[in-house]
């Protein structure tokens, strides 16, 4: 069971006191407190050295010939996206040429049922991926994390 | 405090800077890019546990600043908004990853953790190197939201002011939820290895 201040002092501010982030006013009552109360000098202490450890954290950084050039122009992001849109509606419209002339055309019912097997298999194997995307969704990490 | 930021530029240069660089002068581009691109690869490693990941949150962080720079005020300083650009875009790296493949941020932590400096000898080195694996595989096992916040402000070394900027919350709730965070943080570390399982947040794999 966590432990709460017998005293019921908000213990919020000795985050801000820990991190000078507090007015001259609230910063003398958490140390007037902290004098006080021994419950919540242990925690505080604890708190503290924590703080400590993860301020005094390294972390492994390239050396300087490992990093990636700038990229020279950022007109090469919006071409990019432009150039999927257009690779997008050039797609869907063939598909949709294609079938028309398919289903309008001379072909017999087997070559039509052929297509549609293999398309609807498509749309099966996507439909799956959009399924397995919709249960990542619910169980997202980051839900809580607004964007 | 070497570990946050390489080359930083005083406020009034960065402001120089940044003017030029709106009027699309690249080396003045460059100088931002290499002034920040270290502390927004630090932010990407943290949040998402993999170098590479990290290397291409840094590249599309710059790249997205810089699309967008004719919107920035000068009198701004860049590294809240970089970190607030990093931050979404490591947020949907993550969104991306299969369910499949989600593992603990803290498996590959060799690679991610710098050994701490020599202190007075190799049991006191070798001691201080355990204490700070134990606290970040403990701040790995926080939720999302407890994560980031902890990484910003005792990672990062960001004030509440910029945690607020870049989380888009009020300051007195990066108060309350930094301290949310350090206490779940403080019980996951005393329950750790021998100590069993207590109520201390554990985000679910």
Known sequence: MKEKCPRGFDEALFSGYLDGELTQADEQLVRIHLEDCDSCRNRFEAMKGTREVTMSTRFVVPRDDQWKELPRTPGSALARGLGWVLLIVWFMVMLAYGLWQFLTGPDGLFEKLLVFGVLTGLGLLFLSVLMDRIRAARTDRYREVER | ?205
Not at chain 2, 3 to 9: K, S
Not at chain 2, 15 to 35: C, I
Not at chain 2, 39 to 60: F, H, I, R, S, T
Not at chain 2, 166 to 172: H, M, N, Q, S, T
């Open chain 2, 1 to 205: 405090m070497d570990r946050m930021i390489a080359e930083p530029l005083p406020a009034d240069r960065e402001r120089e800077v940044v003017a030029q660089a709106k009027s699309g002068n690249y080396a003045a581009r460059e100088a931002l890019f290499l002034a920040h691109r270290r502390a927004v690869y630090l932010l990407a490693l943290q949040l998402l546990g993999n170098p590479d990941d990290a290397m291409d949150v840094v590249q599309e962080t710059l790249l997205r600043f810089f699309v967008t720079i004719g919107r920035f005020k000068e009198e701004s300083p860049v590294r809240p908004w970089l970190m607030r650009i990093a931050r979404n875009l490591s947020i949907d790296i993550i969104r991306k990853r299969s369910p499949r493949r989600i593992k603990p941020i803290s498996e590959d932590e060799e690679m991610i953790l710098d050994p701490p400096d020599p202190g007075p000898g190799p049991e006191a080195l070798a001691s201080r190197r355990q204490v700070q694996r134990r606290v970040w595989s403990a701040v790995c096992e926080l939720k999302a939201l407890h994560r980031e916040i902890l990484i910003l402000r005792d990672y990062q070394d960001l004030s509440y002011r910029e945690i607020a900027h870049v989380l888009e919350i009020p300051v007195g709730t990066v108060m309350s939820r930094l301290h949310k965070a350090r206490s779940c943080l403080r019980e996951l570390i005393e329950e750790s290895p021998g100590k069993g399982k207590g109520n201390a947040e554990r985000e679910e794999p």
